[in-house]
Antibody
Framework: EVQLLESGGGLVQPGGSLRLSCAAS????????MSWVRQAPGKGLEWVSA????????YYADSVKGRFTISRDNSKNTLYLQMNSLRAEDTAVYYC???????????????WGQGTMVTVSS | DIQMTQSPSSLSASVGDRVTITCQAS??????LNWYQQKPGKAPKLLIY???NLETGVPSRFSGSGSGTDFTFTISSLQPEDIATYYC?????????FGGGTKVEIK
């Protein structure tokens, strides 16, 4: 079964850091680009970052550029999101998502994790 | 950035009704448009990809159409289990952007 499982969320103070992980199973992880998408409480979906299958190309939303870093370890089938200089407006459920097609970076997201909650508050 | 304007933001319909949601892109995105269903407390689920293609396992009462800037999502006969929020998403250009969502309720 194709599955994504996020972890690493929690409560952090403004200015703090957190690293999210997304463990993948059931597919050839290195063949697919991955993204992080977040959803603030009661709000819509916001794309955060994407990474190519090899990890050689990364992309960010302007709202997180310079503060967040996406990476992946294909030997561990795991995607990461390092979040630094966190702000209250980063409070959200963070989902990892797999793209639909091999070799493309942007596409439909056909598999989503269950999400992990990040709360930035003092 | 490409803005995705989705309407209505909410609707109430009876079981068996035909439900239509529209999504307008701020520029031509060809058919690089997807539709998702999100139930409360759950992750989004892909229903329609590339404007009109039904994802495997999704009931045929769901459909999508359009190209360029104007897109439509339809539920041909609303069922109780379709209560959810629906989002469109473009992937023609980065950043990927989503519509604001349409909350569908039963009348």
């Amino acid at each position: 079964e194709v599955q994504l499982l996020e972890s690493g969320g929690g409560l952090v103070q403004p200015g703090g850091s957190l690293r999210l992980s997304c463990a993948a199973s059931g597919f050839t992880f290195s063949s697919y680009a991955m993204s992080w998408v977040r959803q603030a409480p009661g709000k819509g979906l916001e794309w955060v970052s994407a990474i190519s299958g090899s990890g050689g190309s990364t992309y960010y939303a302007d709202s997180v550029k310079g503060r967040f870093t996406i990476s992946r370890d294909n030997s561990k089938n795991t995607l990461y999101l390092q979040m630094n200089s966190l702000r209250a407006e980063d409070t959200a459920v963070y989902y990892c998502a797999k793209v639909f097609s091999v070799t493309v970076t942007t596409d439909a997201f056909d598999i989503w994790g269950q999400g992990t909650m990040v709360t930035v508050s003092s | 950035d490409i803005q995705m304007t989705q309407s209505p933001s909410s609707l109430s319909a009876s079981v068996g009704d035909r439900v239509t949601i529209t999504c307008q892109a701020s520029q031509d995105i060809s058919n690089y448009l997807n539709w998702y269903q999100q139930k409360p407390g759950k992750a989004p689920k892909l229903l329609i990809y590339d404007a009109s293609n039904l994802e495997t396992g999704v009931p045929s009462r769901f459909s999508g159409s359009g190209s360029g800037t104007d897109f439509t999502f339809t539920i041909s006969s609303l069922q109780p289990e379709d209560i959810a929020t629906y989002y469109c998403q473009q992937y023609d250009n980065l950043p990927i952007t989503f519509g604001g969502g349409t909350k569908v309720e039963i009348k």
